[in-house]
């Protein structure tokens, strides 16, 4: 199965990461298309895979989009802010064109299974990866298996308790919630805070990056405690270009007071960390997904 050339898709709101490469992680080469309409993008993506012959596919698709194999929408995405989009079977449109064995999940779960399979979390059965840039996503493996329960884990949308010193105003940047953590600590609401900069271009601001760790860190505490996961691993523009991450590694352990007392938590700098795969898990856990589809 090495041998045979896999496809990987990382579907994203902005963006569509086309790849090839092979079961042991190794990606060969890469395309990007934007994302416009399904009829106008799928029409790209089927057309560079079709010039590949590839032996199966793995798609990370964003979200929400019904990710359990039982549902009977799976493969389609759901209500989203992107409407043209809205109720497409993005899992059957690339089954049909194609013809070859898909593996299908969100963008964060791809993710969290390549850092799984080939990063920081090999080994391990029980692992959040979450990403902050434009949204906040988590992938969350629990016993070896990314979570399909009604729908895919939206962890990014949990409440924060607001700071006081917060300038944001009564509507964060998410539409539907005030105080979830994508809406305070995500792309938009980093621009909306602080006059349209990028978390890149603050950086070396104490009191912005002490109040997003601060989020962050809340954030750390609740998937801690609900999850129980022997690692963390965080990637994503906000995350990848701030010391964000360390930062809200501190306050967590803070937070969590001593409450829990393991090996784990004794080695926090190695517990909540950076991803390891330098921007490449998505991509990498699509091979993954792809090879798991072409040995069923």
């Known amino acids: 199965m090495e041998k045979q050339l896999l496809g990987a898709l990382e579907a994203g709101g902005t963006k569509m990461v086309c790849a090839t490469g092979y079961a042991d992680g190794t990606i060969v080469e890469t395309a990007e298309f934007p994302t416009t309409t399904p009829e106008e993008t799928m029409a790209l993506v089927v057309d560079w895979f079709k010039q590949r012959s590839i032996a199966a596919l793995g798609i990370g698709a964003f979200g929400p989009t019904a990710v359990n194999p039982s549902s009977p929408h799976y493969g389609h995405i759901l209500e989203t802010p ?40 090999q080994g391990l059965d029980n692992v959040v990866y979450l990403t902050i840039g434009t949204g906040v996503g988590a992938g969350v493996m629990v016993g070896g298996q990314l979570i399909h329960g009604m729908l895919h884990p939206e962890a990014g949308h949990i409440l924060v308790v607001r700071d006081p010193a917060d300038t944001i105003g009564d509507d964060s940047a998410c539409p539907y919630h005030s105080n979830c953590l994508e809406g305070l600590i995500a792309g938009p609401a980093v621009k909306k805070r602080w006059g349209g900069k990028r978390a890149s271009e603050l950086a070396e ?14 954030a750390l505490m609740t998937y801690i405690l609900c999850y129980a996961p022997q690692r963390i691993v965080i990637g994503g523009g906000v995350a990848d270009h701030t010391p964000v991450v360390a930062l809200a590694r501190k306050k967590a352990a803070e937070l969590l007071n001593g409450y829990l007392v393991t090996p784990e938590l004794e080695d926090i700098d190695s517990y909540i960390v950076n991803n390891s795969l330098e921007g490449k898990q998505g991509i990498m856990g699509c091979l993954a997904l792809g090879a798991q589809a072409l040995a069923q």
């Open 82 to 121: 992107k409407t043209a989009w809205r109720f497409f079977d993005m899992l059957g449109s690339l089954q049909n064109e194609l013809n070859v064995p898909c593996g299908y999940d969100t963008d964060v779960n791809v993710a969290c299974l390549g850092e799984h399979a080939f990063g920081c979390a």
């Open 205 to 218: 601001d104490p009191a912005a990056m002490d109040l997003l760790a601060g989020y962050l860190a809340q």
